[in-house]
């Protein structure tokens, strides 16, 4: 089972920006595609953006996350961060990242990650 730990969820206006931050364990982003995903209240769970793993720089977005968020990885640090950027009472939700095969991920295969953290909040409000 893959170790993640996000962070650098919060409160924001409309409009705003945050910067979420999933950190693995070493090589974490050499052996697996990782992936950002959101369950708001009420809703299903659902994808928002995955990042291939390495040397692959093959990124996949949600409609909803196109041209707002940015999905990203620093090596060094064994992290992936999703910007998000012009966010919207819709994106409020908890935002958790996931570990596994590239396709599984944007298939929202959720039985077959290989982990995944306990998220982050994010609340989106005036």
């Known amino acids: 089972q893959v170790h993640l730990v996000e962070s650098g969820g919060g409160l924001v206006q409309p409009g705003g920006s945050l910067r979420l931050s999933c950190v693995g364990t070493?090589?974490?982003?050499?052996?697996?595609?990782i992936g950002w995903f959101r369950q708001a209240p009420g809703k299903e769970r659902e994808g928002v953006a995955v990042?291939?793993?390495?040397?692959?720089?093959?990124?996949h977005y949600a409609d909803s996350a196109k041209g707002r968020f940015t999905i990203s990885k620093d090596n060094a640090k064994n992290t992936v961060y999703l910007q998000m950027n012009n966010l919207k009472p819709e994106d409020t939700g908890v935002y958790f990242c996931?570990?596994?095969?590239?396709?599984?991920?944007?298939?929202?295969?959720?039985?077959?990650?290989?982990?995944r953290g306990q998220g982050t909040q994010v609340t989106v409000s005036s």
């Open positions: 996931g570990a596994g095969h590239y396709t599984y991920l944007i298939e929202e295969r959720y039985q077959d990650f290989e982990g």
């Open positions: 070493e090589n974490t982003l050499d052996y697996y595609a």
């Open positions: 990042i291939a793993s390495n040397p692959y720089p093959n990124t």
